[in-house]
């Protein structure tokens, strides 16, 4: 597959360049992230879910992957892997797959033959989407600890939240309860759902879609 990641540095690194080393998540986490749109092209969804499974065991989660600015530093080597799932988490909290492509085409379009930063990629997908992602940048890029799902049976409600550095996580996920797909937009505090469960072991999340843990309390 390096011929896959260095093909795709023709539009990330090439094409679109980071202003600093220290965003080279850029250049980096959307390659190795087009390893896996190749492989969905080629062998399907299943196998590129598959794929990027296999790429969070190269996560050490050792230090941020945006580096100091301003001094030739670029950050932790987590920007392929990590970058990677950002990316493939952001597509499944979307859960529109005709916006993610045209955002991914039109990330490509708009800015060919340029130098940007990582608050103009951020800014171009809240435009794009309509919706607020800057914690979920925030939180995979700035900080080494991968998100956490709580999850609590409070009476026979579900009851969830995040456990996060940035101060509230927007990011949403979907989960399944009894086969069937529920959204939970958790907070970092503790929110009452409106799903009533007999017992946590109902919902699943799929850990192939969202790069995050989960644990019951």
């Known amino acids: 597959f390096i011929i896959i990641h260095e093909s795709g540095h023709e539009w990330f ?6 202003r600093d080393i220290a965003d080279m998540w850029i250049h980096e986490g959307f390659t ?8 969905e092209c080629q062998f399907g969804y299943e196998k590129a879910l598959l794929y990027g499974k296999g790429l969070q ?74 919706k607020e992602w800057t914690s979920v940048f925030d ?22 939240r995040w456990i996060a550095d940035v101060p509230q996580l927007n990011l949403p996920i979907y989960a399944k309860i009894n086969d069937k797909e529920v959204l939970l937009n958790p907070t970092n505090d503790w929110t009452t759902t409106n799903i009533k469960i007999k017992s946590l072991d109902e919902v699943t999340v799929d850990l192939k879609k969202f790069f995050i843990t989960v644990s019951h309390k």
Do not use: C
């Not at 190795?32 to 492989?39: A, K, L, N, T, W």
């Open 13 to 18: 690194g090439n094409s679109i360049t980071s």
């Open 139 to 160: 939180q995979y890029l700035k900080y080494t600890r991968v998100p956490e799902l709580q999850l609590r049976k409070k009476g026979k409600k579900l009851e969830v």
């Open 57 to 130: 065991k190269n996560v050490t989660n050792d230090r941020p992957i945006i580096g100091d600015y301003g001094v030739n530093a670029e950050g932790s080597g987590d920007m392929y892997p990590k970058g990677a799932l950002l990316l493939n988490t952001l597509r499944h909290a979307l859960h529109d797959d005709a916006l993610w492509w045209k955002w991914l085409a039109a990330y490509t379009s708009k800015f060919k033959h340029q130098i940007i930063t990582t608050p103009m990629v951020i800014d171009f997908f809240n435009q794009e989407t309509q």
């Open 32 to 39: 190795q992230y087009s390893e896996m749109v190749y492989i």
